[in-house]
């Protein structure tokens, strides 16, 4: 087979000028085979996953402290909460449900849809059930107040909790304590005597676990006891 001489000068220069490139010049990706590619891209992967982290070497930063800032325009109230008065000073916009579980740190009422839908916050104002996300805290200075805290306790439960953890009443439990509120204020009410009376009566709590069947047996079973 006969030999090709060797380019001269003048042939790689216009080679490369009429865009051919020879393979000395090509990118060195070019020319690495895939498996050593994968093979180099492996060993630096595990390199990058022993090398410590950089959290782990990085001093932790220094804690910040804020004084707590005044509520502009805050309002003085005195809520009347499961027997007890509470002093406060609040921001005139905030709810009841708000003031409950962020002030006075009573989390058993529960926030659910915020919009008086769901009944997770009901409450009991003065004897009657109200939905508390609905009710400004301010609106209610000196009135009676209780929560799902104030109708019974671990050791002394409210035969409506009793009969609740009787007939199952409750599945993941969020609902539980609007359920029971209502439940307990539906033993004043004129509710007629059946199912389906009680299940009217309740039409405000929703059970998205779908215990309702549960929740019926148990109201109406505190109200055969009484």
Sequence with gaps: ?????????????????????????????????????????????????????LLATASPAPPV???????????????????????????????????????LNLPGTKKGCDHGQCGACTVHVNGRRINSCLALAVAHSGDEIITIEGIGRPDHLHPMQAAFIE????????????QIMSAVALLKEPVGPTDEDVQQGMYGNICRCGAYSNIVAAVQYVRRQA
């Design 167 to 178: 007939h199952d009443g409750y599945q993941c439990g969020y609902c539980t304590s609007g």
């Design 65 to 103: 402290q804020e004084e707590a800032a005044s509520i502009e325009g805050a309002t003085a109230v005195t809520l009347h909460v499961n027997g007890k008065d509470h002093h406060l000073q609040i921001d005139p916009r905030t709810t009841l449900l708000d003031c409950l579980r962020e002030n």
């Design 1 to 53: 087979m006969a030999k090709h001489p060797p380019e001269s000068e003048s042939e790689r220069t216009s080679g490369e000028q009429s865009g051919h490139v020879s393979e000395a010049s090509q990118p060195l990706l070019g020319r690495v085979s895939r498996r050593s590619f994968l093979s180099h891209l492996g060993a630096a992967s595990i390199a990058a996953a022993t090398a410590p982290p």
